[in-house]
């Protein structure tokens, strides 16, 4: 996925804000708390369908307004497509990829690959194994559709089910 334009109305700190985007490595950089995290975020909602900072979508939205909305331009596969959510405090969160609805905002993940890597994943350079194993399972249940069988395989041959 390769990321051409950001369009953020309401969302988190942003009013009104419109990013183009660029071949190459981007570098966003600033005094704290002037909305860093909350772009990536946007990114990040836009290809998964949901936030990896909060479980509410209400959250989301802009202090004392009533929605937010986040379309974004990418090139996917040489191909350009427009995703647009729209978040609302009275209404389900809406998903739409050039100007389809989707029945639900997971199925974006279906769409797009992206990967976070947030200070909050140290554990996964400092803590067990496992929480490794874990997080790259999720990486790669998102990014390759065939890993789900094998994953499944791979259990059921190392943590068969034995009756007592």
């Known amino acids: 996925m390769s990321l051409r334009e950001l369009v953020l109305i309401n969302f988190r700190n942003y009013e009104y804000e419109k990013i183009p985007f ?4 981007h570098v966003f ?3 704290n708390a002037q909305g860093k995290t909350n772009l990536l975020e946007s990114v990040y909602i ?3 369908g949901q936030s990896f900072k909060t479980t509410t979508d209400r959250k989301l939205i802009r202090f004392g307004e009533r929605s937010a909305y986040i379309r974004s331009r990418v090139c996917e596969a040489e191909r350009e497509k427009e995703v647009e959510i729209k978040f609302s405090m009275v209404d389900r969160k809406r998903v739409r990829i050039n100007q389809v609805e989707l029945e639900s905002a997971a199925a974006l993940a279906e769409q797009f690959d992206v ?8 554990e996964l350079v400092q803590g067990a194994p496992s929480e490794r194993r874990a997080y790259m399972d999720s990486i790669l249940l998102g990014t390759d559709p065939a890993y789900r069988s094998l994953l499944r395989s791979y259990e059921k041959t190392v943590f068969p089910i034995t009756a007592p």
């Open 22 to 25: 660029f071949e190459g490595c």
């Open 29 to 31: 950089y600033g005094p």
């Open 46 to 48: 836009t290809a998964r």
């Open 115 to 122: 990967v976070l890597f947030a200070p909050e994943n140290l």
